[in-house]
T-cell receptor, first 110, second 111 residues
Protein backbone atom coordinates (compact mmCIF):
# COMPACT_ATOMS: atom_id res chain seq x y z
CA UNK A 1 0.00 0.00 0.00
CA UNK A 2 1.28 3.42 -0.87
CA UNK A 3 2.43 5.32 2.19
CA UNK A 4 3.85 8.68 3.07
CA UNK A 5 5.77 8.78 6.34
CA UNK A 6 5.78 12.19 7.98
CA UNK A 7 8.01 13.38 10.80
CA UNK A 8 8.22 14.62 13.41
CA UNK A 9 4.79 14.03 14.90
CA UNK A 10 5.06 17.30 16.80
CA UNK A 11 7.51 20.16 16.82
CA UNK A 12 8.03 23.18 19.06
CA UNK A 13 10.11 26.14 17.94
CA UNK A 14 10.57 29.61 19.40
CA UNK A 15 9.26 32.62 17.56
CA UNK A 16 11.78 33.60 14.92
CA UNK A 17 13.22 30.11 14.74
CA UNK A 18 13.39 27.60 11.90
CA UNK A 19 10.90 24.75 11.66
CA UNK A 20 11.70 21.73 9.52
CA UNK A 21 9.15 19.11 8.54
CA UNK A 22 9.84 15.93 6.62
CA UNK A 23 8.05 13.37 4.49
CA UNK A 24 9.31 10.22 2.83
CA UNK A 25 7.23 8.36 0.30
CA UNK A 26 7.40 4.70 -0.57
CA UNK A 27 6.40 4.78 -4.21
CA UNK A 28 8.29 6.24 -7.16
CA UNK A 29 4.97 6.75 -8.92
CA UNK A 30 4.45 9.85 -6.83
CA UNK A 31 5.06 12.81 -9.10
CA UNK A 32 3.68 15.80 -7.26
CA UNK A 33 4.04 16.85 -3.66
CA UNK A 34 2.06 19.39 -1.71
CA UNK A 35 2.26 20.85 1.75
CA UNK A 36 -0.95 21.76 3.53
CA UNK A 37 -1.59 23.68 6.72
CA UNK A 38 -4.63 23.22 8.90
CA UNK A 39 -5.55 25.59 11.68
CA UNK A 40 -7.90 24.42 14.38
CA UNK A 41 -11.50 24.27 13.22
CA UNK A 42 -10.67 24.67 9.55
CA UNK A 43 -10.01 22.45 6.56
CA UNK A 44 -6.45 22.03 5.28
CA UNK A 45 -5.24 24.80 3.00
CA UNK A 46 -2.61 24.35 0.34
CA UNK A 47 0.69 26.04 1.18
CA UNK A 48 2.87 25.11 -1.72
CA UNK A 49 3.59 22.43 -4.24
CA UNK A 50 6.85 21.04 -5.57
CA UNK A 51 7.31 18.83 -8.58
CA UNK A 52 11.00 19.12 -9.46
CA UNK A 53 14.16 18.19 -7.60
CA UNK A 54 15.68 20.98 -5.55
CA UNK A 55 14.32 23.90 -3.60
CA UNK A 56 11.25 26.01 -4.10
CA UNK A 57 10.92 29.15 -2.05
CA UNK A 58 7.78 31.13 -1.32
CA UNK A 59 8.31 33.85 1.24
CA UNK A 60 9.33 32.30 4.55
CA UNK A 61 8.55 28.80 3.29
CA UNK A 62 11.01 26.61 1.39
CA UNK A 63 10.14 23.17 0.09
CA UNK A 64 12.84 20.72 -0.93
CA UNK A 65 12.37 17.62 -3.04
CA UNK A 66 14.81 14.79 -3.61
CA UNK A 67 13.18 12.33 -5.98
CA UNK A 68 16.05 9.86 -5.74
CA UNK A 69 15.42 9.38 -2.01
CA UNK A 70 11.68 10.06 -2.27
CA UNK A 71 12.09 12.76 0.37
CA UNK A 72 10.30 16.08 0.59
CA UNK A 73 10.72 18.65 3.31
CA UNK A 74 9.28 21.99 4.34
CA UNK A 75 11.32 24.63 6.12
CA UNK A 76 9.73 27.64 7.74
CA UNK A 77 12.16 30.40 8.63
CA UNK A 78 11.38 33.21 11.05
CA UNK A 79 8.50 31.14 12.45
CA UNK A 80 5.55 33.09 13.80
CA UNK A 81 2.92 32.10 16.38
CA UNK A 82 0.39 32.22 13.54
CA UNK A 83 2.31 29.36 11.90
CA UNK A 84 1.18 27.10 14.75
CA UNK A 85 -0.98 24.50 13.04
CA UNK A 86 -1.14 20.94 11.77
CA UNK A 87 0.92 20.42 8.62
CA UNK A 88 0.35 17.63 6.11
CA UNK A 89 2.38 16.56 3.14
CA UNK A 90 0.59 14.97 0.22
CA UNK A 91 1.97 12.85 -2.58
CA UNK A 92 0.12 12.56 -5.85
CA UNK A 93 0.65 10.08 -8.63
CA UNK A 94 0.29 10.98 -12.27
CA UNK A 95 -2.97 9.08 -12.15
CA UNK A 96 -4.52 11.38 -9.50
CA UNK A 97 -4.12 9.12 -6.46
CA UNK A 98 -3.49 11.32 -3.42
CA UNK A 99 -1.81 9.98 -0.27
CA UNK A 100 -1.40 12.13 2.83
CA UNK A 101 1.18 11.94 5.58
CA UNK A 102 0.02 11.59 9.17
CA UNK A 103 0.67 15.23 10.01
CA UNK A 104 3.10 17.31 12.06
CA UNK A 105 1.74 19.55 14.79
CA UNK A 106 3.83 22.72 14.92
CA UNK A 107 3.79 25.00 17.93
CA UNK A 108 5.57 28.33 17.70
CA UNK A 109 5.91 29.93 21.10
CA UNK A 110 6.31 33.69 21.55
CA UNK B 1 -9.31 31.41 -4.31
CA UNK B 2 -10.16 27.86 -5.25
CA UNK B 3 -13.31 26.69 -3.54
CA UNK B 4 -14.61 23.36 -2.42
CA UNK B 5 -17.87 23.95 -0.61
CA UNK B 6 -19.16 21.69 2.10
CA UNK B 7 -22.54 21.80 3.76
CA UNK B 8 -23.58 21.87 6.48
CA UNK B 9 -20.65 23.10 8.53
CA UNK B 10 -22.05 21.51 11.66
CA UNK B 11 -24.32 18.52 12.10
CA UNK B 12 -25.67 17.02 15.29
CA UNK B 13 -27.32 13.60 15.22
CA UNK B 14 -28.51 11.12 17.79
CA UNK B 15 -27.24 7.58 17.77
CA UNK B 16 -29.11 5.57 15.21
CA UNK B 17 -30.09 8.54 13.08
CA UNK B 18 -29.10 9.03 9.48
CA UNK B 19 -26.69 11.80 8.54
CA UNK B 20 -25.95 13.40 5.19
CA UNK B 21 -23.34 15.92 4.17
CA UNK B 22 -22.68 17.50 0.80
CA UNK B 23 -19.68 18.64 -1.17
CA UNK B 24 -19.47 20.88 -4.21
CA UNK B 25 -16.08 20.22 -5.85
CA UNK B 26 -13.92 22.86 -7.46
CA UNK B 27 -15.14 23.45 -11.01
CA UNK B 28 -13.32 21.27 -13.49
CA UNK B 29 -11.97 18.86 -10.91
CA UNK B 30 -12.75 15.26 -11.75
CA UNK B 31 -11.51 13.55 -8.58
CA UNK B 32 -13.31 13.82 -5.25
CA UNK B 33 -12.09 12.45 -1.95
CA UNK B 34 -13.71 12.17 1.46
CA UNK B 35 -11.69 12.01 4.65
CA UNK B 36 -12.55 11.61 8.31
CA UNK B 37 -10.52 13.53 10.87
CA UNK B 38 -10.84 13.02 14.61
CA UNK B 39 -9.46 15.40 17.20
CA UNK B 40 -7.45 17.33 14.60
CA UNK B 41 -5.24 14.39 13.89
CA UNK B 42 -4.41 12.50 10.74
CA UNK B 43 -6.72 12.35 7.75
CA UNK B 44 -8.40 8.99 7.38
CA UNK B 45 -9.21 8.21 3.78
CA UNK B 46 -12.81 7.13 3.26
CA UNK B 47 -13.68 7.06 -0.43
CA UNK B 48 -12.44 8.35 -3.77
CA UNK B 49 -14.45 9.19 -6.89
CA UNK B 50 -13.11 9.78 -10.37
CA UNK B 51 -15.54 11.25 -12.89
CA UNK B 52 -18.35 10.52 -10.43
CA UNK B 53 -17.51 6.83 -10.17
CA UNK B 54 -16.31 5.36 -6.86
CA UNK B 55 -12.89 3.84 -7.47
CA UNK B 56 -11.65 3.12 -3.95
CA UNK B 57 -13.21 2.98 -0.49
CA UNK B 58 -12.50 1.51 2.87
CA UNK B 59 -14.57 -1.30 4.37
CA UNK B 60 -16.28 0.99 6.88
CA UNK B 61 -17.73 3.01 4.05
CA UNK B 62 -18.98 -0.07 2.25
CA UNK B 63 -20.66 -1.30 5.41
CA UNK B 64 -22.24 1.77 6.99
CA UNK B 65 -21.88 4.75 4.70
CA UNK B 66 -23.46 5.79 1.43
CA UNK B 67 -21.53 8.02 -0.95
CA UNK B 68 -22.48 9.25 -4.39
CA UNK B 69 -21.57 11.91 -6.89
CA UNK B 70 -24.74 12.30 -8.95
CA UNK B 71 -23.17 15.10 -10.92
CA UNK B 72 -19.77 16.65 -11.43
CA UNK B 73 -20.87 19.54 -9.27
CA UNK B 74 -22.29 17.69 -6.29
CA UNK B 75 -21.25 14.79 -4.10
CA UNK B 76 -22.71 13.53 -0.87
CA UNK B 77 -21.60 11.34 1.99
CA UNK B 78 -24.17 9.70 4.22
CA UNK B 79 -24.10 7.60 7.33
CA UNK B 80 -26.98 5.19 7.48
CA UNK B 81 -27.00 4.72 11.24
CA UNK B 82 -24.84 7.10 13.24
CA UNK B 83 -22.65 5.78 16.03
CA UNK B 84 -20.74 7.73 18.65
CA UNK B 85 -17.45 6.83 16.95
CA UNK B 86 -18.60 8.66 13.83
CA UNK B 87 -18.20 12.02 15.58
CA UNK B 88 -15.51 13.73 13.54
CA UNK B 89 -14.72 16.37 10.97
CA UNK B 90 -15.54 15.10 7.48
CA UNK B 91 -13.44 16.73 4.81
CA UNK B 92 -14.07 16.71 1.10
CA UNK B 93 -11.32 17.48 -1.36
CA UNK B 94 -11.27 17.67 -5.12
CA UNK B 95 -8.38 17.42 -7.48
CA UNK B 96 -7.38 17.65 -11.10
CA UNK B 97 -3.83 16.82 -12.07
CA UNK B 98 -1.54 18.29 -9.47
CA UNK B 99 -4.17 20.53 -7.85
CA UNK B 100 -5.82 19.34 -4.64
CA UNK B 101 -8.16 21.59 -2.66
CA UNK B 102 -10.15 21.03 0.50
CA UNK B 103 -13.44 22.26 1.81
CA UNK B 104 -13.81 23.52 5.38
CA UNK B 105 -15.46 20.31 6.45
CA UNK B 106 -18.64 19.18 8.12
CA UNK B 107 -18.27 18.61 11.84
CA UNK B 108 -20.53 15.77 12.89
CA UNK B 109 -21.38 15.24 16.52
CA UNK B 110 -23.27 12.10 17.46
CA UNK B 111 -24.96 12.28 20.84
Amino acid sequence: QQKVQQSPESLSVPEGGMASLNCTSSDRNFQYFWWYRQHSGEGPKALMSIFSDGDKKEGRFTAHLNKASLHVSLHIRDSQPSDSALYFCAAITGGYKVVFGSGTRLLVSP
Amino acid sequence: DAAVTQKPRYLIKMKGQEAEMKCIPEKGHTAVFWYQQKQSKELKFLIYFQNQQPLDQIDMVKERFSAVCPSSSLCSLGIRTCEAEDSALYLCSSSQGEEVFFGKGTRLTVV
